[in-house]
T-cell receptor, first 110, second 115 residues
Framework: DAGITQSPRHKVTETGTPVTLRCHQTENHRYMYWYRQDPGHGLRLIHYSYGVKDTDKGEVSDGYSVSRSKTEDFLLTLESATSSQTSVYFC?????????FGPGTRLTVL | AQSVSQHNHHVILSEAASLELGCNYSYGGTVNLFWYVQYPGQHLQLLLKYFSGDPLVKGIKGFEAEFIKSKFSFNLRKPSVQWSDTAEYFCAVGETGGGADGLTFGKGTHLIIQP
């Protein structure tokens, strides 16, 4: 599946703590994305990147930041996690105008 | 802004029944259209896509979808479902050109196939 891995796959944390999720791809894709999936909402775009150090906000970017210092890695940071950020987070890449998704990270904020 | 509407949030069918899941989108320009499937506990997998050309597209596992431009619709169909089709199905829209912008997803349809 387009060589995408995400880490960690599961994480439980407490309100107010910082959290960083990692997306790693092995096929040198230019575009990378972070989505969150919540029941009744489908997937919503958090941030995306169109190259190293080039990122932009998506639909639900508040409370999240991203960084891309290397082509292969796209990091999502929750500066101070809140319970509303409990979700499943998916990373995606674009190849041939089609997006392919990573396995997801299930994050629980207590 | 784009929006995607999936008409049915939950669908329950018996094996061998025919399936049609509705999807309508709102966007002023030309779009790329997708259906993704998410099996329980797994990530999203591409079922099929439409970029241009023949409006009837065929995907994996016997699924097909028809793009009707005048109705802004991209409905998913399968003539005979199987128990293994139990999953969540998402319709998604993206701008043409394959640029950086992400996809806009519908809220999903949870399909349950009863044996």
């Amino acid at each position: 599946d387009a060589g995408i891995t995400q880490s960690p796959r599961h994480k439980v944390t407490e309100t107010g703590t910082p959290v960083t999720l990692r997306c790693h791809q092995t096929e040198n894709h230019r575009y990378m994305y972070w989505y969150r999936q919540d029941p009744g909402h489908g997937l919503r775009l958090i941030h995306y990147s169109y190259g190293v150090k080039d990122t932009d906000k998506g639909e639900v970017s508040d409370g999240y930041s991203v960084s891309r210092s290397k082509t292969e890695d796209f990091l999502l940071t929750l500066e101070s996690a809140t319970s509303s950020q409990t979700s499943v987070y998916f990373c995606a890449i674009t190849a041939g105008s089609t997006q392919y998704f990573g396995p997801g990270t299930r994050l629980t904020v207590l | 802004a784009q929006s995607v509407s999936q008409h049915n949030h939950h669908v329950i069918l018996s094996e061998a029944a025919s399936l049609e899941l509705g999807c309508n989108y709102s966007y002023g320009g030309t779009v790329n259209l997708f259906w993704y499937v998410q099996y329980p506990g797994q990530h999203l997998q591409l079922l099929l896509k439409y970029f241009s050309g023949d409006p009837l597209v065929k995907g994996i596992k016997g699924f097909e979808a028809e793009f009707i431009k005048s109705k802004f619709s991209f409905n998913l169909r399968k003539p005979s479902v199987q128990w293994s089709d139990t999953a969540e199905y998402f319709c998604a829209v993206g701008e043409t050109g394959g640029g950086a912008d992400g996809l806009t997803f519908g809220k999903g349809t949870h399909l349950i196939i009863q044996p």
